[in-house]
């Protein structure tokens, strides 16, 4: 609802949830489940499996490709792809490679900071963080309700290191202690027992020195306090940096502020989390960074399209997938990388075990599962 701030008069009114954009940042989020199932859980665990096997794949890429023997004396299938090779696969074997290579660290960059909006390994991963002391400002959970900034956001949830920052607690108005809120001689004053006026809230985000375009979250309950928040994610201004992010509590019987954060109080993981997510939506830099992204997704594109081609060359005529034997080798050094990222991300590890059974006890004893799948 747009609304004439000196009038009250409602000025339009739009549905954000069937805007293109909206909608796929919802797939892209949780695969919109909650509108068919009504919890995102399953689905935000499903994205993180997905982001954890795609860094195993981009890590162990590259890995295989990196040049040995002979390969260490020439460019040419390592930096420069081989197109006129008389064999068939090796032209796309060489686009397929040095195009993921090129872009693995954009790539990985990507599947990284967006394992920090998932609900289990993100979570975990900010809470190390804040014990570590490198996340949030010492005393921020002194007196705040159980409510986080993120639970008041529209969608339920916020990605951001901020989002976890509790709400401190208003006092209740019966044993308040303050005469009211004064911001300045003349101006805006209110009795705490009737609660101060939405005005006395936007003046004291004012008199903080907030910007134009600051969101303003109403209390949940009794105990709560308005949260005044300046987000990449909400801010009008589509490509303002982390370094301008910040959010504070105001007292909603007195409108006095209760706290007041910024990202120069972070430590330095909550720091690399924001800057690493705001980077990700291609805020931090602008066109430069909405570029890089494009050229990243588009070679993720390239070496998926390649890969299906190398497969279906491979594929043996009938039902069978492509086997070969790896090199000894090169297969202890996938193992232990693989093994290695399972243990640090947990749903990884635990699907890399489900796969392994699958495999032992299903796929290898029964014959024609074992060639459809290669095993």
Known sequence: MFVNPYTGQVLGQRDNGKDPATIALALHGSLMTASWLGSETWSD?????????SIVLVVTGVYLW??????RR???????????AKGRRIPWRDIHAITGVMFSFVTLFFLITGMAWTGFWGTRFTQVADKLGAGYPPGTWDGATSTTVGELLPNGKSPWAMGNLPVAASGRPAGHQHGGAALSEGELSCDPRGGAPLDAIVARAQQMGFPPGFSITTPEDETGSYTIGLFPDADPQPNRSAADERVAYIDQYTAEPLGDYRYAQFGPLGKATDFGISLHEGREWGLASQLLALAGALAILTSAATAVVMWRKRRPKGLGAPRKEPDRRLGIGVVVITAALGVLF???????????AFDALVARRVPRLAKALGA
Do not use: C, M
């Not at 665990?45 to 096997?53: C, P, Q």
């Not at 990196?66 to 390969?71: E, F, L, S, V």
């Open 45 to 53: 665990r499903l994205i993180e499996i997905v982001a954890a096997w």
């Open 66 to 71: 990196w040049p040995r023997g002979r390969q």
């Open 74 to 84: 020439s460019l040419r299938g390592v930096l420069v792809p081989r197109l006129r």
């Open 346 to 356: 947990p749903l990884l590890g635990l699907t890399l075990l489900a796969v392994l």
